[in-house]
């Protein structure tokens, strides 16, 4: 038995860690972070960490020196540390889907070595890297132009998940870093409104579609590709020969490109071991390459790296994501908490927490273990968050004086990005609430506090804040392609070490295949009121009824 599953094949429940970490959750039942804070003045700058540019404090989370200890205890008797080395490696981690992981692979350093089957396979990474630059170059330049002779100046990315949501996520994210003159759209849903909402201002003659998709099977982005096709050439009175100027494709099966028409050289490779929520940084990312252009991306990458070489070599003490990571299993396994809110005060990372839905949910949303046994602890949480300060005029009220306790990542920048200068006075102002909501949920308002405001006794309640609320406060300079880079990475590996504790496959996903399968199985139910069996009566009724209200 490996050293890796020898560590895992005791139930994480009945491990001594557990029980240890369960009894230490009881004798902290009636601290406050109040107390944390009087009992220890250095708390503040004690419990910060740094990794490149990220600054991290988690002083307002709900532990101590000894919730710490126990977490590092849990994290190494998992066998969280070679499962790390076992997926830098390359070796199949992967289990259900026997695949390596090797996303890591994709911002290694052209120096580097990584093996797989006795392949290294960096070489054949910034092999693409290389031809996306060229085409990107091209692109960029307008020495590409599109069937008629004119410069391309629209890009339509379409895919869906990991194929939409990283590159449509950054492209917001690095917005003041993107050629301005190209416009850039991402369509991912099979509603027809999306693609049609793209392209109905767009010129065909300048508009380049990417169809990105790992397996080119996907119903939603063949379906949405099919379409961009028959708009494209319908737009062009062009036959089949247009698209060669039109379209390329990001894929790992080039058989499915070119049995769609697209030219295998008009191909960016990637391969089975990077996953498709783990792909935005492969080949994936061109619409962003375009957009920023290639330095920008390289940039991104060692980003990536920096934060990669950290979890992988920074000691448990001082390993930011191995952090995150413990703090979620402590939240999820000792404090009932059921969600996790990311709220970036960034108007440029609006995208960036449903990018970690898929991240976060699609990997640890799993009910039974690496051997398919059920599992009785709670594995990955809802993940939700929009950009403050809108949620504070939303949702806080909740955090704040709701009845149940959500963790938070606060993320913040010092300074606004370079374009926002003139705009003198927002960002301070921004920042301000991005302190000031850490502080009234981690220490509220005492009943004592609202009365001394004057507040009459029967409000005293209503104003009073329990506080207690756990948040993590991330602080970067500025938002960078590099800072971007740096904090995806932080949230893979975070993810990954919640995955090795709870000891699932954080890498496959197949619970959104029973959906697919049934959707395929409904629509001649629909389009042809074919009696489909294996309906149950309430969606049979539904499709009745939807048959009669679309008039057929
Ligand atoms: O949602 C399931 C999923 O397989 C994701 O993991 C993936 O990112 C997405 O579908 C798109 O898949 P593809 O890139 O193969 O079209």
Same mark, same amino acid.
């Given at each position: ?271 089975? =071991? ?55 299993? =402590? ?24 990018? &970690? ?19 009785? =602890? ?44 003139? &705009? ?89 295949? &029973? ?33 009669? &209200?679309?008039?057929?």
């Amino acid at each position: 038995m490996s050293e890796t599953n020898a560590q895992a094949s005791t139930r994480l429940d009945q491990r001594p860690e557990w029980h240890a970490l369960a009894k230490h959750r009881e004798e902290l039942a009636d601290v406050h972070l109040r107390d944390l804070f009087d009992r220890d003045p250095d708390r503040g700058s004690r419990y910060t960490l740094q990794v490149g540019d990220l600054h991290l404090d988690y002083s307002k989370q709900l532990v101590t020196d000894e919730t710490l200890r126990l977490l590092r205890e849990l994290a190494a008797a998992t066998g969280v540390f070679p499962l790390r080395d076992a997926m830098f490696r390359g070796e199949r981690i992967n289990v259900t889907e026997n695949r390596a992981v090797l996303h890591t692979a994709l911002r290694a350093p052209q120096s580097a070595t990584i093996d797989l089957d006795g392949q290294n396979v960096v070489p054949g990474v910034h092999a693409v890297l290389y031809k996306m630059t060229q085409f990107a170059d091209r692109i960029r330049s307008g020495e590409w132009t599109g069937y008629t002779g004119r410069r391309i100046r629209n890009i339509v990315n379409i895919g869906i998940g990991g194929s939409d949501l990283g590159p449509a996520m950054a492209y917001e994210v690095l917005r003041t870093h993107t050629d301005r003159d190209l416009t850039v759209r991402f369509v991912s849903n099979v509603d027809g409104a999306d693609l049609y909402e793209a392209v109905r201002d767009l010129d065909a003659a300048e508009t380049l579609f990417i169809i990105a998709s790992k397996t080119f099977t996907t119903i939603e982005t063949i379906t949405n590709a099919t379409s961009a096709r028959q708009w494209l050439l319908g737009e062009l009175g062009a036959g089949d020969e247009a698209v060669a100027k039109h379209f390329v494709a990001l894929s790992t099966n080039a058989e499915k490109v070119s049995d769609f028409g697209i030219d295998p050289q008009n191909m960016f490779e990637f391969w089975d =071991w990077v996953g498709g929520r783990y792909s935005f940084d492969s080949a994936i990312g061109l619409s962003l390459m375009l957009a920023i252009g290639p330095n920008a991306f390289r940039e991104m990458l060692a980003g990536f790296h920096l934060v990669d070489e950290h979890f992988r070599t920074a000691p448990p003490e001082q390993n930011v994501p191995l952090l995150l990571g413990l703090l979620g299993v =402590w939240y999820g396994g000792f404090h009932d908490a059921q969600s996790h809110a990311v709220l970036p005060y960034s108007h440029y990372l609006s995208k960036f927490t449903a990018y &970690l839905q898929q991240l976060d949910m699609e990997s640890n949303g799993k009910s039974v273990d690496r051997d398919g046994n059920p599992v009785s =602890w709670q594995t990955g949480p809802v993940v939700w968050g929009t950009p403050g300060t809108n949620g504070q005029h939303a949702y806080y009220q909740l955090l704040h004086q709701g009845t149940k306790l959500i963790p938070a990542d606060f993320i913040g920048f010092a300074r606004p990005v370079e374009e926002l200068g003139a &705009l003198a006075g927002h960002h301070d102002l921004l920042m301000a609430n991005f302190f000031a909501q850490t502080q009234a949920l981690a220490f509220g308002k005492t009943p004592d506090e609202v009365r001394a405001e004057g507040v009459p006794e029967e409000l005293v309640p209503h104003k009073t804040f329990r506080g207690n609320h756990p948040t993590t406060t991330i602080l970067a300079t500025e938002l960078t392609p590099s800072v971007l880079g740096q904090l995806i990475a932080l949230y893979e590996h975070k993810v990954f070490v919640q995955g090795a504790i709870w000891n699932i496959d954080s890498f496959d996903q197949w619970g959104v295949e &029973l959906g697919k399968v049934l959707a395929k199985r409904v629509e001649p139910a629909l389009t042809e009121g074919a009696d489909v069996p294996g309906l149950d009566p309430s969606t049979k009724a539904l499709v009745a009824r939807y048959r009669e &209200l679309r008039g057929r």
